[in-house]
């Protein structure tokens, strides 16, 4: 399984972006079977989950830090899970990672840059 996030980059505070993570190589396995979840890690701190949808009935939960402002969202026709990203705050300054969890399974990309600064 190969997860593949993109959609970062530099925004201004009050910004919006979009992240993708595009998912690939499940074999024996569906897609929309999987939780996913989008996580973040700023310099010089621990990881933090930030949203996950859940597989079996797309069920959407999310960290204080982000409610009203993030929206998490899978299309499993592309095998795409989606953040849409308001508001943006200086401190949501990190790399953002896409998770793919199913029984003990679990696959991460390799993250993608999100910088709000003015």
């Known amino acids: 399984v190969q997860l593949v996030e993109s959609g970062g980059g530099l925004v201004q505070p009050g910004g919006s972006l979009r992240l993708s993570c595009a998912a690939s190589?499940?074999?024996?396995?569906?897609?929309?079977?999987?939780?996913m979840r989008w996580y973040r890690q700023a310099p010089g701190k621990e990881r933090e989950l930030v949203a996950r949808i859940t597989g079996a009935d797309g069920s959407t939960r999310y960290a204080d830090s982000v409610k009203g402002r993030f929206t998490i969202s899978r299309d499993n026709a592309k095998t795409t899970v989606y953040l849409q990203m308001n508001s943006l705050k200086p401190e949501d300054t990190a790399v953002y990672y896409c998770n793919a969890v199913r029984d003990f399974f679990s696959y991460w990309g390799q993250g993608t840059q999100v910088t709000v600064s003015s």
């Open positions: 190589g499940f074999t024996f396995t569906r897609f929309s079977s999987y939780d």
